[in-house]
């Protein structure tokens, strides 16, 4: 699975076409409090379902240069990965998946 690293926030983002929407770790969404908001929502992974309330807002990638406000659920969701762009976003922005070459560009971004 493609991956982005932002160095500067020290952030790992799974790029995951096979999920609706884009998820976010509580301990990086705790560092954004303004843009917090209270949302219902479910999410189902695994045969197994979460429903939590908490919603970020934020430019996720605006050091790659993408000028974008992702609405990220707020959910402890894996070791690794900080948070997830799933379809949603990934639609939003244009996302020019490559199977073959096993790339995807956003906007101005190739990974």
Sequence with gaps: MPYIYLSDRQISILIDSGASDSIISP??????????FLEPFEVTACKQSYRENR????????????KYDFKMRVLN??????????????KKLNALIDYENKTITLQNLNI
């Design 27 to 36: 301990k990086i969404a705790e560092l954004y409090p303004k843009d917090m």
């Design 77 to 90: 969701w894996h070791n690794d990965f900080d948070a997830l762009i799933g379809t949603k976003d990934l």
């Design 55 to 66: 919603n970020l807002k934020i430019s996720l990638l605006k050091e790659l240069g993408i």
